[in-house]
Nanobody, 122 residues
Framework: EVQLVESGGGLVQPGGSLRLSCAAS????????MSWVRQAPGKGFEWIAG???????GYSASVKGRFTIASDNAKNTLYLQLNDLKSEDTATYYC????????????????RGQGTQVTVSS
């Protein structure tokens, strides 16, 4: 059974940092692209970062230069480093498994974890 379990969210002040983790089971993340998406209160899902199975990554304009996606194939875990956080980054963050080795920007994969809440507030 494919499972994705996110962790690492919390309350942080503007300008602060967090690292989110996504532990995957039931498949090897090295064989699929993975993405991070988020959902702010009252809004739809937003794709923010992806990494393909060849370790190339991409970001949305809203997070480029501040967030970094990475994977540890030995631990079968996906990460998202969030730096210089802003109030508009407040959202529930989800990792998502793509169906191929490549991600598509702005595509929200249906297979996601339960999410981890990130709140940016002073």
């Amino acid at each position: 059974e494919v499972q994705l379990v996110e962790s690492g969210g919390g309350l942080v002040q503007p300008g602060g940092s967090l690292r989110l983790s996504c532990a995957a089971s039931g498949f090897k993340i090295s064989e699929y692209a993975m993405s991070w998406v988020r959902q702010a209160p009252g809004k739809g899902f937003e794709w923010i970062a992806g990494i393909n199975s060849y370790n190339s990554s991409g970001y949305s304009a809203s997070v480029k230069g501040r967030f970094t996606i990475a994977s540890d194939n030995a631990k079968n875990t996906l990460y998202l480093q969030l730096n210089d956080l802003k109030s508009e980054d407040t959202a529930t963050y989800y990792c998502a498994k793509e169906s191929t080795r490549f991600f598509t920007q702005d595509y929200i994969p249906p297979l996601r974890g339960q999410g981890t809440q990130v709140t940016v507030s002073s």
